[in-house]
T-cell receptor
Framework: NAGVTQTPKFRILKIGQSMTLQCAQD?????MYWYRQDPGMGLKLIYY???????DKGEVPNGYNVSRSTTEDFPLRLELAAPSQTSVYFC??????????FGPGTRLTVL | TQLLEQSPQFLSIQEGENLTVYCNSS?????LQWYRQEPGEGPVLLVT?????EVKKLKRLTFQFGDARKDSSLHITAAQPGDTGLYLC??????????FGAGTRLFVKA
């Protein structure tokens, strides 16, 4: 099993550009999550999904969108990148809602 | 708003020393998780504690959940350089949401 995979590993965006962060898991987990981690801070939940076709907002959803068309994939979309979105983004999945397996992260810089 | 506060923020010790890090809240949690994160990687789940007063051991790591389920501690015996990392606690924040503490960054010197 590859576990949770994320692409790209690094990305630099200009203000106002858009991009999609990809996340996939091969463990058949129903629950998937997107977090951002800023320096010296814990992880903040952006969006989560409890199954294909079902998504909901976390603590910091503004400026992001998600979709969950399959169990395996949970992409995160940034429509109009802003410097405040510079962060490390982690995707996670879990068989139960409170024990999560994390991907390696995407480091995003918005200039 | 539920918060998890972790202390200390940073800890630097010599190999072989013992240490304890804390995760505290004013809210009751149905369960708490501890994760370790190494630089450039995602967090890795170490343990879940569910019952008030519960103690779990994972080799040299001992995890305790407070009786009131508002706090937890992680004790490491005879720390090794391989224990270096960011230790995060996490708990349920209602529904399917999880909140994380800011973490304790541990550095173990050889």
């Amino acid at each position: 099993n590859a576990g949770v995979t994320q692409t790209p590993k690094f990305r630099i965006l200009k203000i106002g550009q858009s991009m999609t962060l990809q996340c996939a898991q091969d463990m058949n987990h129903n629950y998937m999550y997107w977090y951002r981690q800023d320096p010296g801070m814990g992880l903040k939940l952006i969006y989560y999904s409890v199954g294909a076709g079902i998504t909901d907002k976390g603590e910091v959803p503004n400026g992001y969108n998600v979709s969950r068309s399959t169990t395996e994939d949970f992409p995160l979309r940034l429509e109009l990148a802003a410097p405040s979105q510079t962060s490390v983004y982690f995707c996670a999945s879990s068989p139960r809602w409170n024990e999560q397996f994390f991907g390696p992260g995407t480091r995003l810089t918005v200039l | 708003t539920q918060l998890l506060e972790q202390s200390p923020q940073f800890l630097s010790i010599q190999e072989g020393e013992n240490l304890t890090v804390y995760c505290n809240s004013s809210s009751v949690f149905s369960s708490l998780q501890w994760y370790r994160q190494e630089p450039g990687e995602g967090p890795v789940l170490l343990v879940t504690v569910v019952t008030g007063g519960e103690v779990k051991k994972l080799k040299r790591l001992t995890f305790q959940f407070g009786d009131a389920r508002k706090d937890s501690s992680l004790h490491i015996t005879a720390a090794q350089p391989g224990d270096t990392g960011l230790y995060l606690c996490a708990g349920a924040a209602g529904g399917f949401k999880t909140i994380f503490g800011a973490g304790t960054r541990l550095f173990v010197k050889a």
